[in-house]
């Protein structure tokens, strides 16, 4: 991979700017610029989140009030301040690079980093995924046990690609009996339209972890907010870090402790020799998680180690290897396996594994598909946080950060079934743990 390096002063890495590879694009002319924690007696630069806003202001907006023209004011921008990221101490700003070099010289400002593409987690290549995941041992019986718990009662963010719901057969698919009825909506879309997804990603997820015929949590409800990009290439799935620290920060001081998330993107590697970190991001993520939102992540497709990649490496974020139904069925004298999807990472900070192979699930335009990768792994595990908050709701309301929900799922799962892909013990430090449904 052929590297450019611009070198901004004060930054605590340097912007590699990939010629070559799609996995590490760079968006131009945006940058994400976190500053320093004011002294004591001054008026901070970015001004913390306003409690009394909680719930009032449009998903993807900051809480404070603050003025983003009054921010390009006080750093004397030529560009403009996109958004304010008030649970971070930072902003995204549409600026040249010559800007950003500039600003990086500033003694308000921490570090400046430029913005960069997140592809989707689908590895593209019934459901047995939906059976196995009612079972505590590695074995299929044709059904699904979605009784007596459903989710009813819990949100489920979902922050992909959208839901189409203006098609009849997509809006079916999440419509419950009475009293329920319709479990989906779209909260937001970042290209300022409708959410509907053209692209398939936001749909599948969704449908996994909520669906009427796919879903682990059948009465859950499912808020859908579009974060991939429209332009310049319509329908093609990717999103930025920014547009995701926007979603992560209007999380982190508007909902409820036990709302749970499903962010099925990140970084990909080829041959598992770079290391993609965004401290920006992650931040964003622990902000929420530490308000007591569940953020439940992918763990990538690329069969590398978490700990290289942003958010997988982070403690706050509940990742989720895949699995796959190779050695479910072997016959005796054998003793039946769930087996790493060959795709998976591995790494210390996989929580669990689940279902991420030949995965049934709706495509965006209400038909069945069959997927495979980690993206559909993380929504299982989503569905079944959605049980586990509606069993135990008071402890999920009132946790004060998500650390404690995410050790209690923890421990109600099986430890030592999953293999590595053929076979044999996973890689030193990844814990063998399915998790599934069993409320």
């Not at 924690?37 to 449009?58: F, H, T």
């Not at 859908?224 to 290439?233: G, L, V």
């Not at 709302?259 to 622990?286: H, P």
């Amino acid at each position: 991979m052929t590297v450019k390096r611009l070198a901004l002063i004060g930054l605590t890495t340097a912007i590699a700017i990939s010629t070559t590879s799609v996995y590490a694009s760079f968006v131009k002319d945006s940058y994400i610029v976190t500053f320093k924690k004011s002294a004591k007696m001054e008026v901070p630069l970015i001004y913390p989140p306003n409690k009394m806003n909680r719930g009032k202001v449009p998903f993807g907006e900051h809480s404070s009030g603050q003025s983003k023209e009054q921010l390009a004011d006080q750093l004397e921008l030529n560009g403009k301040v996109l958004s304010i990221y008030d649970t971070i101490n930072a902003a995204n700003i549409e600026m040249t690079a010559d800007e950003a070099h500039k600003l990086s010289f500033d003694k308000r400002v921490l570090r400046v980093q430029q913005d960069r593409v997140l592809t989707s987690n689908l590895q593209n290549n019934p459901g047995w995924a939906l059976d196995r995941l009612d079972e505590q041992t590695p074995a299929l019986d044709n059904t699904y046990n979605d009784t007596p718990n459903t989710g009813a009662g819990r949100t489920i963010y979902i922050l992909d690609s959208g839901l189409d719901l203006a098609n009849a057969n997509v809006v079916a698919e999440f419509t419950s009996p009475p009293p329920v009825g319709n479990r989906a909506s779209v909260i937001w879309d970042v290209n300022g339209g409708t959410g509907a997804d053209c692209f398939g990603h936001g749909t599948q997820v969704a449908s996994v972890a909520a669906g009427n015929t796919y879903g682990a949590a059948k009465g859950a409800t499912i808020i859908a907010a579009k974060i991939t990009n429209d332009t310049p290439i319509p329908c093609i799935g990717d999103t930025t870090i920014s547009t995701s620290i926007d979603a992560f920060n209007w999380l982190a001081t508007n909902v409820p402790a036990g709302t749970i998330v499903n962010w099925s993107y990140g970084f990909r590697d080829t041959g598992c020799s770079n290391t993609f970190i965004d401290i920006d991001l992650e931040a964003s993520i622990q902000a929420a998680h530490n308000a007591g939102v569940i953020v439940v992540v992918s763990a990538g497709n690329d069969a590398c180690d978490t700990a290289n990649y942003s958010p997988t490496r982070i403690a706050e974020a509940f990742v989720v290897g895949a699995t796959s139904q190779n050695r479910i069925t072997l016959p005796p004298p054998l003793t039946p396996e769930d087996e790493k999807a060959w795709f998976s990472r591995t790494g210390s900070n996989i929580s669990t594994f689940a279902p991420g192979e030949s995965v049934l699930a709706l495509d965006f335009d209400g038909t069945q598909t069959t997927l495979n990768g980690t993206s559909f792994a993380a929504p299982y595990i989503a569905g079944i946080f959605a049980v586990a908050c509606q069993v135990a709701a008071p402890f999920c309301d009132t946790a004060t950060s998500a650390a404690p929900l995410y050790q209690a799922l923890r421990n109600t799962g099986q430890i030592g079934t999953v293999t590595n892909t053929g076979g044999g013990a996973l890689p030193a430090g990844t814990t063998s743990r399915f998790i599934w449904k069993q409320w």
